[in-house]
């Protein structure tokens, strides 16, 4: 990733004290504490893994996710899945 923007602490990587989501990006992307990230590579990522959840489930761009039964929670598996945590 780029040398500029926020620079990832340990305190990342913690869930309780960080969007888990972000977490999952961070492990799917291998970066480390130390590294840095600029916050739309996130905002991008999260996009197009949205994009292709949603054509899991036959949902159009414009659908929720909550239009499916737990669909937060599957979505964040999903993203666990990329991340190669699940």
């Known amino acids: 990733m780029n040398s500029m923007g926020t620079k990832i602490v340990e305190e990342h990587f913690d869930i309780n004290k ?27 990522w999260i996009s197009k893994e949205l994009s292709k959840f949603k054509g899991k489930y036959d949902l159009s761009v414009y659908d929720p996710i909550s239009k499916i039964p737990n669909g937060q929670e599957l979505f964040t598996k999903h993203l666990k899945e990329v991340a190669n945590i699940a």
């Open 18 to 44: 960080t969007n888990e989501r972000f977490t999952l990006f961070l492990i799917a992307h291998k970066i480390k504490p130390g590294d840095s990230v600029e916050i739309y590579e996130f905002q991008i």
